[in-house]
C-alpha cells in the first residue's frame, strides 16, 4: 500500500491535475497493484469477519475455500466452466455501456436467449453438431438483440430512457418465458417450468473430464477477442465511444449518433443473448424458469466496476468466479451460506469506487502526520 | 361487489410500499442523486421488520429499529456517495444486488433456513377498522382495514406537498441539487442535504418493506420486493417532481399490481397478470417520452471513459 498515494502530497487539496502528464509504466504498474492489493485487503478482511462471526476460524476456511476453487485442474476447469456465461453477459453489458447506452436487461435477454437456445435445440435438429450449435447460438442472439435494439431504438428515436426501459424488461421478458415454460412449452415428463430437453446434438462437448468445461469456452474466446476489438480498435468502436463520452460532439464530426446508439444496443442484446444460450447448450441443456439466476445482473454490476473496458471485465469476471466458486467449498466446509460471494463482491465493488478517495484521504492524512512530527 | 372491494383494498396495500419508496425517491431526485437501490433498500426493510419484530414480538416496536438502522445505513449511503464520490447509480445497482444477496445470507446464518421465514412469532402489524366507514361498500376497502403504514404513506403525501411549497429544507435540497454554488454561498451545506436526501430514502423504503413484510403478510420470503422498488424509481420518475401525480401513479401502479394477484387464472395465465404493472410502467415511460416537451430526469448515470 506505500506505492499507493498519486497526489502530490505539498497540495493535498488540489483538484487532480488539469493537463496530466503520460506517467511511466512503473508508477502505473505501482499504482494498479496498489488498487488490487487494496481490494484484496478489503475482501479478505471481510470475508474474515463474516467467516469468524459465523464462529469458524476464518484463515483456515478461506484456505479451504480456495482449495475447492483452484485445487486441483479439474476445480480450476469447475470454477469457470460456471463462469462462461458471465464473461459473455459481462462483456455484453460493456460494449452497451462504452456507447453510453446502459443495458441493464441483460437479465431478461439471458432468458430470452436461453428460452431461444433451447426451443432450437429441442425441436429442431438433431443436426450435424456444429451447425445445431451454431443455430442455437444465433437464434439466442437474435431473441436477445431484438429486445435490445427495440429499447435502443425507443432511447434512439424517442428518448426512452434506457436505463428504466431495460431495467422494467427483464421482469416482462422473465415472465413471458416463464409463462411459456410452464405454459404451452413445457416437458410434460419433468416438473413444471421446464421445456424439453436439447438434443445431443446442440450440446457442447466437455472438454475437461467430470468438469463441465465445455468446449464452449472457445466460444467466450471469441466473443472476447472480438469485443476488445471492436470496443478497442476499430472505427466502429471509437464512433460508438464518441457517442457515448459526447453525443453532441459525435453528430457534430458526422458521427450517426442514432444508429450507434441502436446498433451498439443490438450487439449488446445479442451477446447477452448468447451469454444465455450458454446456459442451455453448454450445461443445463434445457431451458427452466430461474436458470439465469442473477448472472445477467453480476453481469451489470461487473461491467460497471470494470468501466466497461474489456480486458477489466474478464480480469474482473474471473476473480468474481473463484469468489464464488470459494464461498461454495467454503459453504461445506463450515455452515457459512456461499451467498457470501454476493456480499462480498458488492463491498468490493463499493471499495473499488470509493477507491480514488480513499487514497487521497490516506495521502491528505501521511501528510499531515508528517507535518505534525515535523513541527 | 365484493370483487370491487377486494381489489380496491388490495390495490391500497400495494400501492402503500410503492408509494412509500417512491416518495423517498423523489427527494433524492431533488439533490439530483436519484438512487436506484430503492428495491435492495426495501427487502433490507422487509428482512429487519421481521427479524426485529422476532426479537421484540412487537410491530411496531420493529419498525422504530428498523426505521433507526435504515437511517444510518442511509447515513453511510450518504457519505459514499458524497465523500467518497462513487457514482450514485453504481451504488444503487450494486446496493439492489447487496440487498438480495445479504438478506439471503442472513436468513440462512441466523435462521438457518432456505426460502422463506415464517413463524409463529413474527408480529403482525393491526389493521385499523375504521367505524362506519368501514361498512360501506366500495370506500371502506379503499380507506378502511389497512395497517398503519398505510396511513402514514398519505399523511407524508399531504406532508411533502406542504413542504415543498413552505419549508426551508425542501428549498435547500432543491438548491443543493440545482444550484450548489449558490446554496454554499447562502449558507447551506450541499453535502450535508444530499446525506439528509439519502436518509430519508433510505427510511421510507424500510418502511415499504415492512409493510410488505409484516404489514401485509408476516412472514419474509427471498426477494420478496419482486421489482416494486423498480416501479416506485419509474413513479418517481414519471411524477416529475409533482408529489400529488407522484401519488396517483403510485396508486395506478398498486392497482395494477393488486390486478396481477387478483385476477383469476382462467381470465388470462398468472404470468401475464403479474407483468401488468411493468407493462404499464414501461407504457407510461414511452408515453411519457413523446408528450414531455421538456427534458426528462435522466438516471444519474456514470461517465465511463478513461480517466
Redesign the interface.
Known amino acids: 500500500m506505500t506505492a499507493a498515494p498519486t497526489t502530490n502530497p505539498t497540495e493535498p487539496a488540489a483538484p487532480a491535475p488539469a493537463p496530466p502528464e503520460r506517467p511511466g509504466w512503473r508508477a502505473v504498474a505501482g499504482r494498479q497493484a496498489a488498487a488490487i492489493g487494496y481490494t484484496v485487503v478489503i475482501g479478505l478482511v471481510l470475508a474474515s469477519v463474516l467467516i469468524y462471526s ?1 464462529g469458524y476460524a476464518p484463515f483456515a476456511t478461506i484456505q479451504s475455500g480456495l482449495q475447492y476453487a483452484v485445487g486441483d485442474p479439474t476445480q480450476v476447469a469447475r470454477t469457470f466452466a460456471w463462469g462462461l456465461p458471465l464473461y459473455v453477459a459481462a462483456l455484453g453489458v460493456a460494449i452497451a ?2 456507447s ?1 447506452m ?1 443495458n ?1 436487461g441483460a437479465e431478461g435477454q439471458m432468458y430470452a436467449g436461453a428460452l431461444a437456445a433451447a426451443l432450437t435445440g429441442a425441436y429442431l435438429g438433431p443436426l450435424f453438431s456444429p451447425a445445431h450449435l451454431l443455430l442455437c447460438t444465433l437464434a439466442a442472439g437474435l431473441a436477445g438483440g431484438l429486445i435490445a435494439a427495440g429499447l435502443g431504438w ?1 432511447r434512439a428515436a ?4 434506457e ?3 431495460t ?6 421478458v422473465i ?2 418465458c ?2 411459456l415454460a ?2 404451452p412449452l413445457r416437458d410434460t415428463t419433468r416438473q413444471s417450468g421446464t421445456t424439453k430437453e436439447v438434443a445431443d446434438t446442440a450440446r457442447f462437448g466437455e472438454l475437461v473430464p467430470r468438469s463441465g468445461l465445455t468446449t464452449a469456452v472457445f466460444v467466450v474466446v471469441v466473443v472476447a477477442i472480438v469485443i476488445w476489438w471492436l470496443s478497442e480498435r476499430s472505427v466502429l468502436g471509437y464512433r460508438w ?1 464518441m457517442t ?2 459526447s453525443p453532441a460532439f459525435a453528430s457534430s464530426v458526422g458521427i450517426d449518433v442514432f444508429k450507434a446508439r441502436v446498433s451498439s444496443m443490438a450487439l449488446s442484446g445479442f451477446v447477452c443473448g448468447v451469454a444465455g444460450s450458454l446456459l442451455v447448450t453448454a450445461s443445463q441443456g434445457r431451458f427452466w424458469t430461474e436458470i439465469a439466476s ?1 448472472i445477467g ?2 453481469g ?2 461487473i461491467a ?2 470494470a ?3 474489456p480486458v477489466a471485465t474478464v480480469i474482473w469476471v474471473s476473480v468474481y468466479c473463484v469468489m464464488r466458486s470459494a464461498a461454495r467449498g467454503i459453504e461445506q466446509a463450515s ?3 456461499s ?5 462480498l ?3 468490493i ?2 471499495a473499488a ?2 477507491q ?3 487514497f487521497h484521504q490516506f495521502a491528505q492524512l501521511r501528510h499531515r502526520l508528517g507535518s505534525l512530527r515535523r513541527s | 361487489m365484493d370483487w370491487l372491494d377486494a381489489f380496491l383494498g388490495s390495490g391500497m396495500r400495494f400501492t402503500t410500499p410503492i408509494l412509500l419508496a417512491a416518495l423517498g425517491c423523489l427527494v433524492t431526485s431533488w439533490t439530483r442523486d436519484l438512487n436506484v437501490g430503492l428495491e435492495g433498500a426495501m427487502i433490507f426493510g422487509a428482512f429487519f421488520g421481521v427479524a426485529f419484530g422476532l426479537e421484540l414480538g412487537s410491530g411496531l416496536g420493529a419498525i422504530v429499529v428498523t426505521l433507526l438502522a435504515a437511517a444510518v445505513a442511509g447515513l453511510l449511503f450518504g457519505i459514499l456517495i458524497t465523500t467518497y464520490r462513487v457514482n450514485v447509480f453504481v451504488a444503487g445497482i450494486v446496493l439492489n444486488v447487496f440487498g438480495a444477496g445479504a438478506t439471503v445470507f442472513l436468513l440462512r446464518s441466523i435462521y438457518g433456513v432456505k426460502g422463506a421465514l415464517a413463524d409463529d412469532g413474527i408480529p403482525r402489524l393491526a389493521r385499523i377498522e375504521i367505524p362506519v366507514i368501514g361498512d360501506i361498500p366500495v370506500l371502506g376497502g379503499l380507506v378502511s382495514g389497512h395497517t398503519v403504514l398505510t396511513y402514514l404513506a398519505w399523511v407524508l403525501v399531504g406532508v411533502t406537498v406542504w413542504a415543498v411549497r413552505n419549508s426551508v429544507v425542501v428549498r435547500h435540497l432543491k438548491a443543493a441539487g440545482e444550484h450548489p454554488e449558490a446554496l454554499e454561498t447562502a449558507g447551506g451545506n450541499v453535502q450535508r442535504m444530499r446525506i439528509l436526501a439519502q436518509v430519508w430514502c433510505f427510511m421510507l423504503c424500510a418502511l415499504a418493506g415492512a409493510q410488505m413484510s409484516i404489514g401485509q403478510l408476516s412472514l419474509f420470503t427471498e426477494g420478496m420486493t419482486s421489482g416494486l422498488g423498480f416501479v416506485a424509481v419509474a413513479a418517481a420518475i414519471f411524477s416529475r417532481g409533482n408529489v400529488l401525480w407522484l401519488a396517483a401513479i403510485s396508486t395506478v401502479f398498486g392497482l395494477s399490481s393488486a390486478a396481477g394477484v387478483q385476477i383469476n387464472e382462467e381470465v388470462m395465465p398468472p404470468q401475464f397478470a403479474q407483468m401488468i404493472p411493468y407493462v404499464v410502467a414501461l407504457v407510461g415511460l414511452v408515453v411519457l417520452a413523446r408528450t414531455s416537451k421538456v427534458d426528462q430526469v435522466r438516471i444519474a448515470t456514470p461517465q465511463l471513459q478513461a480517466d
Open positions: 459465523q455501456f462504452r453510453g446502459f441493464i425507443l424517442w428518448g426512452v430512457d436505463v428504466l426501459s431495467l422494467l424488461s427483464n421482469y416482462i415472465l413471458f416463464a409463462y410452464i405454459g465511444r457515448g463520452e442473477g445482473w453480476d451489470v454490476l460497471l466496476v468501466r466497461s473496458r455452515e457459512v451460506p451467498e457470501l460471494s454476493l456480499v463482491i458488492s463491498a465493488i463499493i469506487a470509493a480514488a478517495r480513499v
